[in-house]
């Protein structure tokens, strides 16, 4: 089932073998496989409409896939209820009800999840500790602001200790210092507390800074899926590296540069003797391009007074991805 | 964090979703401020029955028995309200999809929202009760008043409340939801207001008897006004009384399929 690294006896906490979901006749999914194992980060990415929601949706019950099969938590999507058992979400616009105090919304949704009323109440207590809302909890909802609200979400999703967290836009909306708590928060619960994680987010530097693996949906289909590097390597567009040789040596440097394999140019600054830019194309591996390059040099006696290889940018594979489908 | 350690005896999920909106209904105001213009609504209504020159002609028996359906009538109504906003007035609030992602049955909530919504029908017999009991003195039937409204508004309010759960699991809008149930509710109403040449006959008499709300009103004032015997009229309240079991299975039913937009999704 799926096509995510699968380590030998482990059940993946979620298997997605090729669900597909119409409305009205409309595919909204198509085929979507990947699994994902306990304690990882997935990133769910892509454009909007892509079908990030709807998957989102259909994993956590909401929706019934037209097509396909999935399992959460090792239950089977057509245990619905039960999967619910051991799933925590935050869905994109969540409403709150603005009459309750953030102590009695958590203590509620805590009972119903079966604990009595002096269990939810310190379950409510505590996770409010965790989200740094606890000397909030006494405050009605409607005095609450966007991030206050957001983590307050998030308390929501941990008062039932789940197995598996879903995560619809957790940082939509939000300021530096809101998104920086809400990424400290998911960072937290999967680090410390092992849980795996589903990110939905248009957010490619959240992606980039907490995840595991992305999967990249496009039109309803898995356009890319694996690690940010491998899907930014695969996809990504050009790399660069800056250089820095003796003014004297940069031109041979540069007629040697331009004759290896994988580099695709070569350009000179105009302000500053010696500087060089090497784009490689996006497949090459890094340490490939450091040896190529800085080693080539030095076997022809060139010396290399600096080398900084640019990361490979997320944000430009998912353009390239998500543009290439588009044309 | 640590794991919460299972409870003794899990609480059942009906009666958690019940407190929780019983307190939203009654401590956030809505439901107080709708007993407040009921209870308005019954003074006027009552202070005009007892003073007005223009409505005085009526008996006493028939000014409880007016009273006794009114507060029937318009108990029943609060009670529709309520249960129409009860689902699809919390996707539009964007609350419900927190509430259908934990372990509760559909049914189970559903069952928990017609609770609370029953509650508005309980709190209007009571405010109706003292009404009674002011226009009913020396005519003995202060008591039978008070427990024939309660029997009748009883089972038209669950037969109400149920339809308009019905709607409100149904569709997404909340207006929509509220515009069907009062729609309907009228068109039940309209038959009261119709002439009683209207009402005789076989073809008359038989939409009369159909009609839950009519035939309802019909048992009260022939309890009320004409002295008859509490068994005497039963076979008038077989029809609210099936429509509201009939209604409130239905609901049960359809309460499995409740979704999270309504009857198809988007």
């Not at chain 1, 006896?9 to 994902?36: I, N, T, Y």
């Not at chain 2, 007993?35 to 006493?60: G, H, K, M, P, W």
């Not at chain 2, 109706?128 to 009748?152: K, Q």
Request: with cysteine.
């Amino acid at each position: 089932m799926g096509t995510g690294t699968v380590t030998p006896g482990v059940v993946p906490a979620v298997q997605v073998e090729a669900v597909g979901k119409s409305f009205d006749r409309a595919p909204v999914l198509e085929d979507v496989s990947f699994d994902v194992q306990a304690g990882q980060v997935l990133g769910i990415l892509g454009p909007n409409g892509a079908g990030k929601t709807t998957l989102i949706r259909i994993l956590t019950t909401m929706y019934r896939p037209s097509s396909g099969h999935f399992a959460v938590a090792g239950v089977d999507g057509k245990r619905p209820r039960e999967i619910r058992r051991f799933i925590g979400v935050l869905p994109e616009s969540a409403g709150y009800p603005r009459i309750q105090t953030g102590g009695e919304y958590l203590t509620y949704h805590a009972r119903l999840f079966g604990l009595s009323r002096e269990q939810a109440k310190d379950a409510a207590r505590k996770t409010l500790e965790i989200v740094h809302l606890g000397d909030r909890a006494g405050s009605l909802i409607a005095t609450y602001s966007r991030g206050m609200l957001q983590r307050l979400g998030i308390a929501r999703v941990l008062i039932s200790e789940p197995r598996v967290v879903f995560l619809d836009e957790p940082t939509l909306g939000l300021d530096p210092a809101g998104r920086r708590h809400v990424l400290d928060t998911i960072r937290r619960i999967s680090a410390e507390d092992g849980r795996t994680i589903l990110l939905s987010t248009h957010v490619l530097a959240d992606a980039e800074e907490i995840c595991s693996r992305i999967l990249v949906l496009n039109r309803g289909r898995v356009a890319a899926q694996g690690t940010v590097a491998e899907v930014s390597r695969r996809f990504g567009a050009d790399r660069h590296a800056s250089l820095s040789l003796p003014p004297e040596q940069a031109e041979a440097g540069t007629a040697l540069l331009v004759s290896l394999t994988g580099v695709k140019r070569v350009s000179a600054a105009a302000d500053e003797p010696g500087a060089l830019t090497v784009v490689f194309d996006g497949q090459t591996d890094p340490d490939r391009a450091i040896r190529l390059v800085v080693g080539s040099l030095l076997d022809a006696g060139i010396a290399v007074r600096s080398f900084e290889l640019d990361r490979a940018r997320l944000s430009d594979a998912f353009l390239a991805i998500t543009q290439d489908d588009a044309r | 964090m640590t794991a919460i350690a299972a409870p003794a005896r899990s609480p059942a999920g009906w009666s958690v979703v019940a407190g929780r909106e019983l307190r939203d209904l009654w401590a956030g105001g809505r439901a107080l401020t709708l007993s407040t213009v009921y209870s308005l609504f019954l003074s006027i209504v009552v202070y005009l029955l007892a003073s007005s020159t223009n409505l005085n002609f009526l008996e006493q028996r028939e000014s409880v028995t007016l009273t006794a359906q009114l507060a029937i009538a318009v108990g029943a109504l609060l009670a529709m309200i309520l249960a129409a906003d009860a689902i699809s007035g919390e996707r539009e609030r964007s609350t419900l999809e927190a509430t259908l992602l934990s372990p509760v049955s559909r049914r189970a909530l559903v069952l928990g929202k017609l609770v609370a919504a029953f509650s508005i029908w309980v709190a209007a017999w009571v405010i109706v009760i003292p009404y009674i009991w002011f226009l009913g003195r020396g005519v003995d039937i202060v008591w039978e008043a008070i427990a024939c409204t309660f029997v009748v508004g009883t089972l038209l309010a669950a037969g109400l409340m149920a339809f308009a759960m019905l709607v409100s699991i149904a569709v997404d809008s909340n207006r929509a939801s509220l515009s069907v149930s009062l729609l309907v509710l009228l068109a039940l109403l309209a038959p009261t207001q119709l002439p009683s040449s209207a009402q005789s006959g076989w073809a008359g008499e038989s939409l009369y008897r159909l009609n839950p709300v009519t035939a309802g009103e019909h048992y009260v004032g022939k309890l009320l006004t004409n002295g008859h015997d509490w068994t005497q009229d039963l076979d008038w309240l077989v029809s609210p009384a099936i429509a509201a079991v009939a209604l409130l299975v239905l609901t049960a039913v359809m309460a499995s399929s409740l979704t999270l937009t309504g009857w198809r999704e988007r």
